[in-house]
């Protein structure tokens, strides 16, 4: 699948939406009800002991973390004015479920093993 058809795929799924510079995308342990891909800008996500991370357009945040049901490990806020889609948690999984069970339980299933390789995978 293209970076094209995966985005026309998202945008079916979600909605765009804008965060001026400065402001807080989501925060370290809130639930994670939401995947937002960046469409523009860039985006900085802090978690205590952990290096700061930059993402940027093409970047996907928070899908360890829906799928595998925990809480945001990471804070995100936007370096500069960012256009992003936000896609609902429960809007992809239903998505995988319909494409194939097997599918979704195994992204599932391997979001667990990341979140716990990584001690909490960053947003």
Aim: hydrophobic residues 45%; proline residues 2%.
């Amino acid at each position: 699948m293209s970076a094209n058809e995966l985005m026309e795929t998202f945008s079916s799924l979600g909605e765009t939406a804008s965060l001026g510079s400065g402001e807080t995308l989501f925060s370290a342990g809130a639930l994670c009800q939401n995947i937002y891909v960046i469409i523009s800008g860039r985006v900085k996500c802090q978690a205590e002991g952990k290096a700061d991370i930059e993402r940027e357009a093409g970047d996907v945040l928070c899908l360890i973390d829906a799928l595998a049901g925990t809480t945001c490990s990471r804070s995100c806020s936007a370096l500069e004015d960012v256009e992003l889609m936000v896609i609902p948690t429960q809007a992809l999984t239903s998505m995988l479920e319909a494409a194939d069970n097997v599918m979704a339980m195994t992204m599932k299933a391997s979001a667990v093993r990341v979140a716990l390789a990584q001690e909490g995978a960053p947003a």
